[in-house]
């Protein structure tokens, strides 16, 4: 079993700043991406920001704002969110496709979310 684990949402005023985490756990072989999706109310899910081989890959919403990092040893990503308007408010949801000891090709996991608010 693999789990992936978020936590660092909650509410912020506007220009402020939050920092999401999520720890990936379980029978992982091997972390091919970790990534951030994000859902509003009545949208679809849409990319925030992905990191693969340690390069990083923004979405059009999280550029010049957001910045994606990883921990590899502790199978963990980051996203450091600056300049929050209240359109960032969505839940936010951990990504990653990854090896696991249950199945021979990758699979995508992903996190329960975490409720980010932008409100004043």
């Known amino acids: 079993q693999v789990q992936l684990v978020e936590s660092g949402g909650g509410l912020v005023q506007p220009g402020g700043s939050l920092r999401l985490s999520c720890a990936a756990s379980?029978?992982?072989?091997?972390?091919?991406?970790m990534a951030w999706y994000r859902q509003a109310p009545g949208k679809q899910r849409e990319l925030v920001a992905d990191?693969?081989?340690?390069?990083?890959k923004y979405g059009d919403s999280a550029k010049g704002r957001f910045t994606i990092s990883r921990d590899n040893a502790k199978a963990t990503v980051y996203l450091q969110m600056n300049s929050l308007n209240p359109e960032d408010t969505a839940v936010y949801y951990c990504?990653?496709?990854?090896?696991?000891?249950?199945?021979?090709?990758?699979?995508?996991?992903w996190g329960q979310g975490t409720q980010v608010t932008v409100s004043s």
């Open positions: 990191i693969t081989s340690g390069r990083p």
């Open positions: 990504n990653s496709r990854l090896y696991s000891g249950s199945y021979p090709f990758p699979k995508d996991y």
């Open positions: 379980g029978s992982i072989l091997s972390i091919i991406s």
